[in-house]
């Protein structure tokens, strides 16, 4: 069925790196632009980054820019978030998320936690 | 940036009753560009509007949109205890691109 499916969340030290993944399945991947979305715990939802559906273009948040990295292999039907330089601010519930028009998100993964603690 | 802010930040309902849930944008902003999720505990946001009133696939009509410029409105009919979720707004705007609302937690019980 169509899905979206992340992993490699995980407990991580401040300043290390973290590489997501979010494998998709049920529609044609490379046909639509794909997000990361977070939510820390308790709190609202908060836009990462997005990649064109061919990988040709990549915007990110202030926040996060040079230290991830959003990417994709269509030939794997996988989207991918390197997370460097992590802060404690990171820690959220990441999720990846379909691009609709460039405007919204109708396609939504459940999430992986990453946590940054010493 | 535009700030979306939602109010109120928590509504308690009965069965039956009508929400209407409110976010309003700090400037102008296409109605095109305006979309509502919902998200019910432990569980990913589904879209549930786009801009600001057509509905999502397998939405039902118990939920419509409307609102213009910098006020936008989510109305929920006959409610549902499965209607018991956070509802957020959002908008795409120049940067940081995509923006959301601080959510309404609506309560039915």
């Known amino acids: 069925q169509v899905q979206l499916v992340e992993s490699g969340g995980g407990v991580v030290q401040p300043g290390r790196s973290l590489s997501l993944s979010c494998a998709a399945s049920?529609?044609?991947?490379?046909?639509?632009?794909m997000h990361w979305v977070r939510q820390a715990p308790g709190k609202g939802l908060e836009w990462v980054a997005v990649?064109?559906?061919?990988?040709?273009?990549?915007y990110y948040r202030d926040s996060v820019k040079g230290r991830f990295t959003i990417s994709r292999d269509n030939s794997q039907n996988t989207l991918y978030l390197q997370m460097n330089s992590l802060r404690a601010e990171d820690t959220a519930v990441y999720y990846c998320?379909?691009?609709?028009?460039?405007?919204?998100?109708?396609?939504w993964g459940r999430g992986t936690l990453v946590t940054v603690s010493p | 940036e535009v700030v979306l802010t939602q109010s109120p930040g928590t509504l308690s309902f009965s069965p039956g009753e009508r929400a209407t849930l409110s976010c309003r944008a700090s400037?102008?902003?296409?109605?095109?560009?305006l979309a509502w999720y919902q998200q019910k505990p432990g569980q990913a946001p589904r879209l549930l509007m786009y801009?600001?009133?057509s509905r999502a696939t397998g939405i039902p009509d118990r939920f419509s949109g409307s609102g213009s410029g910098t006020d936008f409105t989510l109305t929920i009919s006959r409610l549902e205890p499965e209607d018991s979720a956070v509802y957020y707004c959002?908008?795409?705007?120049?940067?940081?691109?995509?923006?959301f609302g601080q959510g309404t937690k609506l309560e039915i019980k």
């Open positions: 998320a379909r691009d609709i028009a460039s405007l919204y998100f109708d396609l």
């Open positions: 049920g529609f044609t991947f490379s046909n639509y632009g």
């Open positions: 990649i064109f559906y061919d990988g040709s273009r990549n």
């Open positions: 400037q102008s902003v296409s109605s095109s560009n």
């Open positions: 801009g600001a009133s």
């Open positions: 959002q908008n795409y705007v120049r940067s940081p691109l995509y923006t």
